[in-house]
C-alpha cells in the first residue's frame, strides 16, 4: 500500500520523502546547484550526474576493454557492441539493431512506405522492447578493487527467456553471470 498520494497527479508513495521529492518536479524547487554552472536539480542525484560533465569523472568501466563512461546507462549501452544481443528489431522489416538510434536511423528508410498505423506499432514496439531490457539493469553496480584499478561490476538481473521473446537475443549473459 502507497499511502501518500500526489494532489496533482495522484501518483502514490509509499514514504512521505518519496511524494516531497516527486513535488519538486510540479512546483519546479530545484534545491541542488551546479557550482560550475549554476544548473539547477530537483533531485540531488540529477545533480551528481550533472557534476560529471564538468569533472570529467567516468566511473563506470567497461571490464571487457576497460573504456570508461560518466553514466551507468551508457555502460548498458556499451556493453551491447561486445555481444550479439540485438534487442530493437524493426516492426516493418524485422531486422535488428543493437542501439535504439540505430534502428530510428533505419527507420527512416521506410517513410515512403510506412503508414502512420505502421509507425504507432514501431513506437509501441521501441517501449515494449526497452521495458524487457530490464534484465540488463546496471542499478546494483558495485566498486571492485583489483590493486591499482578499480572497475565495477553488477550481476544481471533475471530476464525473460530470451527465446521465446525475442530469438536475436543469445544466451551470452545467463542471469548468474558477473559483467
Do not use: W
Not at 44 to 55: N, P, S, V
Not at 141 to 149: L, R
Amino acid at each position: 500500500m502507497k499511502p501518500h498520494q500526489c494532489s496533482i497527479c495522484s501518483k502514490r508513495f509509499t514514504q512521505v520523502g518519496g511524494l516531497q521529492q516527486h513535488m519538486r518536479m510540479h512546483n519546479g524547487i530545484r534545491p541542488f546547484v551546479c557550482k560550475f554552472c549554476n544548473k539547477a536539480f530537483t533531485q540531488k542525484a540529477g545533480l551528481d550526474q550533472h557534476l560529471r560533465t564538468h569533472t570529467k569523472v567516468k566511473p563506470f568501466k567497461c571490464i571487457i576493454c576497460c573504456k570508461c563512461f560518466s553514466q551507468s546507462v551508457h555502460l548498458r549501452q556499451h556493453m551491447r557492441t561486445h555481444t550479439n544481443i540485438q534487442p530493437f528489431g524493426c516492426p516493418i522489416c524485422k531486422k535488428r539493431f543493437k542501439q535504439s538510434s540505430h534502428l530510428n536511423f533505419h527507420m527512416r528508410s521506410h517513410m515512403d512506405e510506412t503508414s502512420a498505423l505502421l509507425m504507432e506499432q514501431y513506437v509501441q514496439a521501441v517501449q515494449e522492447q526497452n521495458q524487457n531490457m530490464d534484465f540488463f539493469n546496471l542499478s546494483n553496480v558495485q566498486p571492485v578493487q583489483d590493486g591499482d584499478t578499480l572497475y565495477y561490476a553488477a550481476q544481471l538481473t533475471s530476464g525473460p527467456e530470451p527465446a521465446a521473446t525475442n530469438p536475436y537475443l543469445l544466451q551470452v549473459l545467463p542471469s548468474n553471470n558477473i559483467l
